[in-house]
């Protein structure tokens, strides 16, 4: 026996019970529970509050006095039961519904990914598109006006213009410019001088894809280079440039418009651009806070100032007889100045996209990205000016590209087991 003192309460809907020593009577009609409880004897008014038996301790229903030694729980009583009688939904039915905030999170995650899919073929696609460009008409600018120090001084050029328009107007930062920076900077822009140069000197002497196909052979450099500067490499990355030495090899030997001077310019570009970023990673370890775009923007300055006294001495005494006769072929001035002025800029926003792309992606997806944007290039400036491509150099080409891709796999994963052991 025991005792309830309980206040008047609203009709109440209990489910069974799961006690094992005093259950309850499953109700078999609940819209005819209209009544309390025989157990609660006090009939008065009913209250609009609502019963809940998960705690009694504490709440002001009043407490259970138990005069036997066994106590009663009654703990499948909803907290909140639905105002019509017999409308409850069980647990496992209730669990079993979707979660709208984990489908609002999901969609989320979808819609991220989505927009860093854009994203990337954006970046990805102006680099392409810009570095096309730059071929095609440097090349053309080079066809009929054959100074390479002069259009690659005059590139260097836009883009220093171009990075102190952005700075003037604050478009992108202006980092502080100290003097220990400007020291740090003068070995990387003297490469990249020494780069820039004898790749134009090479794209006045031989087809555009014969360059592209030749400074494939980077990888090779970098890793000789590096190597004697105490880095070590697995067997992978030695394996993976044998396809490039022997691609290149084939394709100079079978390349129509072969041409030593050409074929020299591009490996000294190739030696020039790995002697920047070995020196970069060296002298420039202080300075990170600086962006690559301001980087870039900075060595172009200082790289112009290298090239341009240089090529005074070089070529200068024949700069006015070849713009006449250039004037002569084109017929038009403002074509010959149009072909320049899209060969300097695009020159400088196709770097500059590379160096955005390097920020947003890993290291591999560039590296896979700039192996593709040579096949790009060298297809589209085949179509454009319709070199002869034997069959023989094609498969030589193909071969060298094959070769840079493996590369960039074998030097990912190394850059990657790096990174995991200093973790």
Known sequence: MFTLNLIPSSPVTFSKSIHQYYPIKRIQNPKNFTQPP?????STRHSPEVCNFNKIHGYPFGKIQALSTKTTHFSNIHEKPSKKPGSHVPKAAAGSESNPEGEAEAAEVAAKSKAKTLQLALVFGFWYFQNIVFNIYNKKALNVFPFPWLLASFQLFAGSIW????????LQPCPKITKPFIIALLGPALFHTIGHISACVSFSKVAVSFTHVIKSSEPVFSVVFSSFLGDT???KVWLSIIPIVLGCSLAAITEVSFNFGGLWGALISNVGFVLRNIYSKRSLQNFKEVDGLNLYGWISIISLLYLFPVAVIVEGSQWVQGYHKTM????????????VLLSGIFYHLYNQSSYQALDEISPLTFSVGNTMKRVVVIVSTILVFRNPVRPLNALGSGIAILGTFLYSQATAKKKSTEGEKKS
């Open 233 to 235: 490499y697995p067997l």
């Open 38 to 42: 025989a157990f609660l004897n006090k």
């Open 328 to 339: 002569e072929t084109v017929g038009k001035a403002s074509t010959f100045y149009i072909w």
């Open 163 to 170: 990075m102190f328009v952005l700075w003037s107007l604050k």
